[in-house]
């Protein structure tokens, strides 16, 4: 291999680029679409023949793009990882009959393959952060396909038709191809093409012909003049990426000198970007040209993770500068190189993650094994998109619950206003009675009244209406009487719903507020029941397809139920919070090998409460305060001890809007004296019983 000192780089420069383009990057442009798409300057490369930096500077177009050597948050299913996932879809499941297809969610489509020995779930998404093309779990089952046209399409087009290759049809380009026939070795009579590109992902389903019959969602001619994906056009690969293709025979020198030039182009647009804005208040420092920005920009099919690999098996900073590298860091930098070209031709892809970082590899270059590229790839990025759904949700709900409480709030103090107006009826009726039994004594016309309270004995003067008879403004007082009266009966319960309707929306609250930020699955679960619990309350409008998919979890659980009811097998606790809804419960292990139970909102609650707690377990809640409902299980034949049941409280204390403060009271009671009243909302209770209270310290608890 070539040395790669400054004297050697400036000897055999000029020979390659004067000589031999092939490995040299010379200027060249990208067409707008394609810019716009991926976010990338007009300007590609820079040459030799560029007199200063100042030129490349300006040939730049002025268009925001984010740092290359920015922190990324979530690993793009690049190139490499493609190039694994197809090798082991072909090894293992070409060919596979068609047998089902689904769309759970608005990103997604699953095929169900079929092979003589097995059957498995493609997962194709289209999702703007978590993009794929692999094997995975089951989806989520139930009617909620049904709102969506592409999965309807794509099961007419593909059912029974037989998977006969899977490849990627551009070099070093995010594009899959997977083509369906009626028998293995046919011609493809219809193509799945899945483009994995950010936020411009797609799956475009065609004809064998190449005639576009449905895709995840189209682009018009107003969204890109070059391009369209449109029902009824002939299907275009994307226009290729930047950069020259990697070869493996490429001169070691020439390869450092493309990854040189290359960062020092990011450099100077880093700098142009940042000079406008730094105009008015001071200059602004040169951005310092860096290798993970260099290798991106000059080569086709390179990653920002795939050079973080790279630079980690050649132990060098991936933002360190090219031009301050060793000979010995480009020596070991581009045998970490060549070893990657020799996995990409042998398809010798090792599946690996790291622990602390979370990121994967199909390079080998993580501690962590995994026995499948397609497990590992589906498990990463099903994680970020139940993230990101599970915020929004969270988000969502929040703001609705908020807004439901202002108006509850309100409605409540309106009732009181009218509850303590009502008050006044006696004092209005005994004022008709003083005038009734003073009306002979009231002259024609009077305006006032002097009279003798017989309760206080005290004199009182009331005010008098002398256009009216005495006789006629007492009916009028009487009548107000009786009004007020009616008033108080009427807003009673009113105001009774309205204060049952703002307990349940505080604790409500409550548990969105004791939410992580960032979601599990399990998470997702639980806020979904919230998302539930506040349709059912008429609190917020379903979305559009929630009325199709709680059809289809309705019918799931009635199976269940009914499957449960038959068996003679007790119900176990994770069977009887999933017949009813309430899955994911918290659980935790008291100091006496007790096992205590938390709800995480008010379905599971209600699960926890009059399900699960059977007579002799311990059930407790924070006193006065919206909080979740905590239960020890008792097992037969023992007793907790007071660590026991103060380990539980602690539990109940934290789990409550009582969480900062010092001490709170906790009640105790036993399962069989709780009763749920009649038309209360979820997750309300009425304990018959108490058998003690504890003073908790949220501090103390083992969630904490």
């Known amino acids: 291999m070539a040395a790669f000192s400054a004297n050697s780089m400036q000897a055999i420069t000029p020979t390659l680029w004067a000589c031999n383009s092939k490995y040299g990057l010379q200027s060249c442009w990208l067409p707008a679409w394609r810019a716009r798409r991926m976010g990338l300057a007009k300007a590609l490369l820079i040459s030799p023949a560029t007199s200063s930096l100042q030129e490349v500077a300006s040939s730049i177009r002025k268009q925001p ?131 994995v590109m950010a936020k411009y992902s797609n799956v475009i389903l065609t004809g064998g012909n190449g005639t576009i019959i449905q895709c995840g969602y189209q682009v018009g001619g107003s969204m890109s003049s070059l391009r369209q994906v449109q029902q009824g056009r002939q299907y275009q690969l994307p226009p290729p990426a930047t950069g020259v293709q990697p070869t493996r025979d490429e001169p070691a020198a020439a390869w450092c000198h493309n990854i040189t030039q290359a960062a020092t182009l990011a450099a100077a647009e880093r700098l142009q970007q940042s000079a406008a804005p730094a105009a008015a208040h001071q200059p602004a420092s040169a951005p310092k040209p860096m290798l993970l920005a260099g290798a991106t920009r000059a080569y086709m099919g390179v990653s920002p993770s795939l050079v973080e690999e790279l630079c980690l098996l050649a132990n060098v900073s991936p933002i360190a500068n090219p031009t301050s590298l060793t000979e010995d860091d480009w020596h070991q930098l581009h045998k970490a190189w060549l070893s990657w070209h020799d996995r990409i031709h042998s398809k010798n892809f090792v599946a690996t993650s790291c622990p602390k970082t979370g990121k994967f590899s199909v390079i080998g270059t993580y501690p962590q094994g995994h026995q499948s590229v397609h497990d590992l790839v589906n498990s990463y990025y099903c994680s970020i998109q139940v993230g990101e759904v599970y915020a929004g949700l969270l988000q969502r709900l929040t703001s609705a619950v908020k807004q439901a409480l202002k108006k509850a709030r309100g409605r409540v103090r309106s009732f009181e206003q009218q509850l303590e107006a009502a008050e006044g009826a006696a004092a209005v009726q005994k004022e008709a009675d003083i005038i009734v039994a003073n009306i002979y004594r009231i002259p024609e016309g009077a305006s006032q009244l002097q009279a003798e309270d017989w309760d206080t004995g005290q004199p009182v003067t009331l005010q008098l209406d002398p256009p009216k008879s005495p006789m006629e403004q007492a009916e009028v007082l009487y009548r107000k009487a009786r009004k007020l009266r009616r008033a108080v009966a009427a807003v009673k319960p009113l105001l009774a719903a309205a204060q049952q309707e703002l307990e349940y929306l505080e604790t409500a609250e409550l548990e969105l507020a004791q939410m992580p930020a960032a979601g599990t699955e399990q998470d997702l679960m639980a806020i979904k029941e919230v998302q539930e619990e506040l349709i059912d309350q008429k609190i917020i409008k379903p979305p559009p397809e929630a009325a199709l998919a709680a059809k289809a979890a309705a019918k799931g659980r009635k199976a269940q139920r009914k499957q449960q009811k038959s068996s003679a097998l007790p119900l176990s606790v994770a069977a009887a919070a999933a017949a009813t809804g309430g899955a994911g419960l918290r659980q935790y292990r008291s100091p006496g090998g007790f096992v205590v139970f938390v709800g995480r909102n008010n379905k599971q609650n209600d699960v926890l409460s009059h399900q699960i707690a059977k007579a002799g377990d311990m059930w407790m809640h924070v006193r006065g305060l919206p909080g979740s409902h905590t239960v020890l299980k008792v097992t037969p034949g023992k007793e907790p001890s007071e660590d026991d049941l103060q380990y539980a409280a602690d539990l109940a204390a934290y789990f409550s809007k009582g969480r900062d403060a010092g001490k709170v009271d906790v009640i105790v009671a036993r399962a069989e004296h709780l009763k749920k009243p009649k038309a209360a909302k979820p997750g309300q209770v009425l304990v018959t019983k108490e058998e003690g209270n504890i003073v908790a310290r949220p501090s103390s608890s083992a969630a904490s």
């Open 65 to 195: 793009r984010s740092g290359a050597a920015a922190k990324q948050s979530k690993q793009t299913l690049d190139y490499t990882a493609l190039a694994a996932c197809c090798h082991e879809l072909t090894n293992s499941w070409v060919p596979s009959k068609v047998e089902e297809v689904v769309q759970p969610d608005r990103y997604t489509l699953c095929l169900r393959l079929r092979t003589p020995l097995t059957q498995r779930w493609l997962h194709l998404s289209w999702h703007p952060t978590a993009a794929r093309v692999c094997l995975g779990q089951p989806p989520i089952r139930g009617d909620v396909a049904e709102a969506f046209s592409f999965a309807e399409q794509a099961y007419v087009q593909l059912k029974g038709l037989v998977l006969v290759s899977a490849g990627l049809p551009a070099p070093w380009e995010r594009v899959v191809q997977l083509d369906f026939g009626n028998r293995p070795g046919d011609i493809p009579s219809r193509r799945l093409m899945c483009e």
